[in-house]
């Protein structure tokens, strides 16, 4: 990963922290997941998958961190969320659409681990606070938006103005 | 184009990631918080407070607007049940003030003084949100230190400072912690534990008197215990839901809190216990740490407060 990429991401990650704890930490309504959304993301583009895995698992500890939750916790929710992502990337490259529902699915299976890992290390009542409402808001938001950021999100990252691009 | 194929080391890495991640949750679990944990914790927020506060500044209005639109339609309702509300409260202030009347004039009868001891009051915005969990623009420089109770501008119990930074602090609220509190019902100590999944329309919390003596009623109010080593006695916390009736001599009811902490926009931290050492003795209590703040920045300000009995 060159400098400049390094930096287009961190950036990245850090407006995503932001806005998260700030933002949409204040919202009721709209209630993505932004920080889990860029790991999501960051698999469908070149940087290389254990850089991905790294900045996947940082991300999740600086939410750790500013929070009151377990430190680790939401750090292996989005490092396995991102793995499973670079798994499954083929399954995405059909179009934009696809993109947002495999996001989505991801994001869900990102809120039922954070709700089941919190529950083994007794956080349910922080971070599963209205558990049913974030399992269905939090995959939608974030489908929504993968739908409407992806494509240009992947291109800033790789610089590559053709990526990502359906008929 | 697609990079399609992950890299031999994508599986080690992840490994490697989920064991240091769980060594560190282990770590947290056993150190309770603190020792390098806490250091993190602190020098994590440290860094990023101020970025928060500027992004704060940028993202409040438009947050402050999109929450009135989602509440526009319930808010012709919202406005009849608060003038209710006023009415009931100006009709109680009014009481209030012939009762304090009457103290004052029984007071200068028997010569009385206040008592003096003083509680300190921080006024924090709530600047951002991790889960449940609070981010306030208040933080060591400002007196704010972990372990700190925090009640709303209505006096009503909001949860702890969990940690703190120079310039920010972390606020853990009753409804989002995994330890118990110990409150007052009517004459009954009982534990006040929060309850998982609880949503924002339903947010209850359990309480249990394993020592009852006599029954609780729906409307019974909750009020913080002088066994309580996290707050002052004589806050109220929240109330009852459900009549319950002692079964051999335990019970257990449903609570609603007071405060729902994703409403706040504005929390009070208090300096308490004033003294560590003589804390274990002293039950001093707010007699009114109430005072809504208006206006775009909080400030610190002191308060007098009195002794009150326990409960």
Known sequence: MRGRTALIIGLTVLIAVLVQTTLFGRLQVVTPDLVMLVGILLALTRVRTEAVLAIAFLS????????????????????????????????????????????????LLGVVLLLLLGTLFGQVALVG????????LVPLANTALAALLAPTFVRWVDRDRTALRYP | MLNTKPSDRALPTFITLLVIGVLLMTFDVRLA???????LRSGTQEIVSPLQRVAAFVVTPVANALDSLS??????????????????????LVSVQDDLAKLALLEQIYDLEADGGELGQTVANVIGAVDAALIIDKGIRDGVVAGQPVIDTNGYVVGTVKSASTGSATILPITASREGLTVLVGS???TLVSRPFSSELALEMDLDVFDAREPVLAGDRILTSSASTDYPAGLPVGEVVQDASPESTSLSTTVRPFVDAESLRFVVVLSWPP????????????????????????????????PEGDG
């Open chain 1, 60 to 107: 999740g500890l600086i939410m750790d961190l500013l929070g009151a939750s377990l430190i680790g916790l939401r750090a292996v929710v989005y490092t396995t969320v991102a793995y499973i992502a670079i798994r499954t990337k083929e399954r995405a490259e059909l179009g934009r659409v696809t993109i947002a529902i495999w996001a989505g699915l991801l994001t």
């Open chain 1, 129 to 136: 606070e209205e558990g049913v409402s974030v399992m269905v």
């Open chain 2, 33 to 39: 918080g603190g020792g390098v944990v806490g250091v």
């Open chain 2, 71 to 92: 509440n526009v339609a319930s808010l012709r309702e919202q406005n009849a049940a608060l003038s209710a509300e006023l009415a009931e409260a100006e009709a109680a």
């Open chain 2, 275 to 306: 003294d560590p050492v003589t804390a274990a003795t002293d039950d001093t209590v707010p007699e009114d740490t109430t005072g809504t703040t208006f206006g775009e920045d909080a400030t610190t300000t002191t308060s007098t407060t009195t």
């Open chain 2, 188 to 190: 009954q100590t009982g």
